[in-house]
């Protein structure tokens, strides 16, 4: 077998099943631990998913795995993520029902929101800023991409976390590829480029294979990116962590809201009013969870033709008007620009490829704002 042919999954199935799972007694395959296998040319991986009381037990069994899988004919690159199982979800409170749209409740002045206790920031890390939307395609990745390198660009040491599980497009967007390595205290090692520290799923995984998995796997995957990861250290921690968080308010942004301290979150959208719908919701689900709400991104506020004229494709200020509403800044409208897409696809962020342009100007004055 060469490292373009297809791995035999039968074949990987057998191979993991000579690992004992110490729980079970049963190979790992049998004892239905193998989650979210991947399989391509030259690559091979899958989740461990464990108790969260017995990570560190699994660590051998992890360790064999991977150097079994290594192991195969035709596989280059070979990953065996352990992680923990999600808890269960508390039950309702009791006396909890839905309210119908347009229902009101009472409100009671001493019940203001407050900060999940068990939130942290990663070690060693200051500083914890989310970029997120209500809604796919505003661009939130390309603006999460560029505001790192353009912080990284002021001085800071920077990370950048690409917590969309489903659809990582930062190593894409960075022009980045490899595989995380383990550090001296078990910790991936983020990969590095532009300046910018980064983890990515994309990085354990093919571009092109499907992520199919339930909620609580891909939000136990986004926990360990955030706390399994090697950010900083005593000696040069990291100055701010930018979070990429995937479109919507489910399973991934709730579990990352709870486990991790944000300093505050920049709200992405487009003009128009669906749009706009969509980043209300996710400015709600911020407030109720009192994470700061530090201002408002308009991408794709405008095209400019061949004479010079502003053309709003999407609408006219309708983010704008948001921040107001939301009585927090508008740190940037960003224009529709060829350019800044391009720079994106080719994996060269245009902050750093071309740093003179009016785009690439936008993004270094809104890290301005945020640093």
Known sequence: MTSEAPIDRAGLMAVLNQVIDPRSGQGLSDAGL???????????????????????????????????????????????????????????????????????????????????AEAERPAHVKKVIAVASGKGGVGKSTISVNLAVALARQGLRVGLLDADVYGPSAPRMLGVDGEPGFGPEKKLIPLEAWGIKVMSIGFLVDEAAPMIWRGPMASSAARQMVHDVAWGSAAEPLDVLVVDLPPGTGDIQLTLVQKLKLDGVVIVSTPQEIALIDARRAAAMYVKTATPILGVVENMAWFIDGSGARIPIFGEGGAKAEAVKLGVPLLAQIPLDMALRQACDDGKPVVAAAPDSASAQVFVAMAKLLS
């Open 34 to 116: 193998v989650r979210g296998l991947i399989l391509a040319p030259g690559r091979a991986g899958f989740m461990l998913e464990v108790p969260a009381d017995q990570v560190e037990a699994y660590g051998p069994v992890r360790d064999t795995a991977e150097k079994l899988l290594a192991a195969l004919p035709g596989v280059t690159r070979a990953q065996v993520v352990l992680t923990a199982e999600a808890p269960p979800a508390p039950p309702p409170a009791p006396g909890v029902t839905r309210m119908r749209k347009g229902a009101r409740l009472a409100h009671d002045p001493q019940a203001q929101p407050s900060p999940p």
